[in-house]
């Protein structure tokens, strides 16, 4: 690759929780041309810190890409106790793979200042941030040092709901719920926000035919995809009356990669942290009700077949 397709890749940081979901995200990301991933970073999320930094690393170099270094997060939120979601993910996270020891070591330096010596020796608007899983690692960047606020291209985040109601409480999604003021903090940053919440990606869900042809791709990638699949679907199928689960995460990567295949809508998206009844609401204002000036971009529709086929497609490549 010459210097001038280096220069045109688009430079992103990504921090999640691995979460099968996560994974699929990773691997669409990590042999995507299009992307220079500068740095994964793991919070604690859907299972603790300490297996998300184990798992970003084992799946990280599963796709090849030693190259990539690897940091631990925060271990919680910054004001809540941390839930996690093992009922959902397994006791790994990422159950459904053959578990190794990555080669891949540990990283000493803090996910956070990371993030923050990144984006410090950045140009303005050069980097974008994609975090998958609860917010914490960005807000806490943003909270200590915000000179680095001007250097964030764009945030893609996967988190919240609006008409499809919340998937760990009646009003909130997962990722918002787990630390509902690091999201506040987000929402209110000021650059650009682009947001995929359950209300399009519980319009992306797995069926045993695209696990199947998942599988048949036969490399080790996609062999280590529908088995996590195979086990994500099976809590998710039975909740919400599928034949499997939604693929939230890899929406992120997804949009970056073909953003045609969704549509958007610029909305004012605030984030309940007080209430105990609606703690992690994002209240969405899609019909401009309130007249506040819109600071994220909602996607709230995805053509299901375009998706799954550049998903089958990447993994195909592996």
């Given at each position: ?172 999604e997962f990722n918002i719920y787990v630390d509902p ?69 890899p929406c992120t990567i997804a949009w970056l990669l ?49 998706f799954f086929a550049l998903l089958t497609q990447r993994?195909?490549?592996?």
């Open positions: 690759m010459n210097k001038s397709d280096e220069n045109s890749k688009l430079p992103i940081i990504i921090d999640c929780d691995p979460g099968q979901d996560d994974a699929l995200m990773l691997f669409l990301a990590l042999n995507a041309p299009e992307l220079d991933v500068l740095g994964v970073v793991a919070c604690g999320g859907n299972v603790p810190l300490a297996r998300t930094e184990l798992n970003c690393r084992i799946l990280v170099e599963m796709a090849g890409r030693v190259d990539v270094p690897v940091f631990a997060g925060c271990e919680g939120p910054m004001v809540e106790q941390l839930f996690t979601a093992e009922y959902l993910h397994g006791e790994t996270g990422i159950d459904g793979i053959d578990f190794f020891e990555p080669s891949l070591p540990k990283n000493e330096k803090h996910g956070v200042d990371f993030i923050i010596e990144t984006l410090r020796s950045a140009e303005n608007e050069e980097i974008t941030l994609v975090p998958t899983g609860p917010l914490t690692n960005i807000a806490m960047a943003m909270r200590k040092a915000p000179e680095i606020i001007p250097k964030i291209k764009q945030i893609v985040l996967m988190g919240g709901a609006c008409f499809e109601g919340g998937n760990v409480t009646p009003s909130a003021h690091a999201a506040d903090v987000v929402m209110r940053c000021g650059r650009p926000i682009v947001m995929f919440g359950l209300d399009v990606t519980h319009q992306v869900m797995t069926d045993p035919k695209i696990v199947a042809d998942i599988r048949a791709l036969g490399n080790k990638v996609a062999h280590a995809s529908a088995g996590m699949l195979d086990f994500f679907g099976q809590y998710d199928a039975a909740k919400y009356s599928e034949q499997g689960g939604p693929l939230h995460d073909e953003p045609e295949m969704f549509v958007l809508k610029h909305c004012h998206v605030t984030i309940e942290t007080s209430s105990k009844l609606t703690r992690g609401h994002t209240a969405v204002d899609f019909w401009g009700v309130t007249g506040n000036q819109p600071n994220v971009a909602w996607a709230h529709k995805v053509d299901r077949a375009r993994l195909a490549q592996y």
